[in-house]
């Protein structure tokens, strides 16, 4: 098993363009989520899916939109990305509701200039 | 309201000797508190979990943490540290329904050969 995989791993944007980041799992999980992390901070969740074909707003959703259109696929897009928006972001996967069975991938870096 | 206090934001120490992580929260119910680890580019590792089951709770690589209600704490401990315990630590608190986890700020513990 690969466990929770993310593409890519870094990426740099300029200020107004648009990306995909990709989670994707092998371990037939109904839950997904979305982090960021930043410097001084903990992680904070950005969006989340309880199963295909479902999304739910985290903590800070804003400038971010999530697709589950595949059940082992869950998807990050930024449509105009901002430089506060440099992050790394993790995904992470579950199979229940409880956070210590939760699965991270390992992280995708984001500069925006 | 729910937060966590990460009292250090960097702890060094000599391998073979002790390790004391400390976080302090604050939460309106009885919470769920974790600890998890990050090793650099990689995902968060889940050290340990309490619930209410036992005020001291063992984890992986030899961690331990003990809940202390009074104090409102739950530092993180290891009677010997190994080079590869070098990493980042979170504490983290979650209410019961998981509809609201906080991550700490991370403490970065850095082991001395």
Not at chain 1, 42 to 51: F, M, N
Not at chain 1, 56 to 79: C, H, I, M, T, W
Request: aromatic residues 12%; contains cysteine; positive net charge.
């Amino acid at each position: 098993n690969a466990g929770v995989t993310q593409t890519p791993k870094f990426r740099v944007l300029k200020t107004g363009q648009s990306m995909t980041l990709l989670c994707a799992q092998d371990m037939n999980h109904e839950y997904m989520y979305w982090y960021r992390q930043d410097p001084g901070m903990g992680l904070r969740l950005i969006h989340y899916s309880v199963g295909e074909g479902t999304t739910a707003k985290g903590e800070v959703p804003d400038g971010y939109n999530v697709s589950r259109l595949k059940k082992q696929n869950f998807l990050l897009g930024l449509e105009s990305a901002a430089p506060s928006q440099t992050s790394v972001y993790f995904c992470a996967s579950a199979r229940d509701q409880g956070l210590e069975t939760q699965y991270f991938g390992p992280g995708t870096r984001l500069l925006v200039l | 309201a729910q937060s966590v206090t990460q009292l250090d934001s960097h702890v060094s120490v000599s391998e073979g000797t002790p390790v004391l992580l400390r976080c302090n929260y604050s939460s309106s119910y009885s919470p769920s508190l974790f600890w998890y680890v990050q090793h650099p580019n990689k995902g968060l590792q889940l050290l340990l979990k309490y619930t209410s089951a036992a005020t001291l709770v063992k984890g992986i690589n030899g961690f331990e943490a003990e809940f202390k209600k009074s104090e409102t704490s739950f530092h993180l401990t290891k009677p010997s540290a190994h080079m590869s315990d070098a990493a980042e630590y979170f504490c983290v608190v979650s209410d019961w329904g998981y509809q609201k986890v906080t991550f700490g700020i991370g403490t970065k513990l850095q082991v001395i050969p």
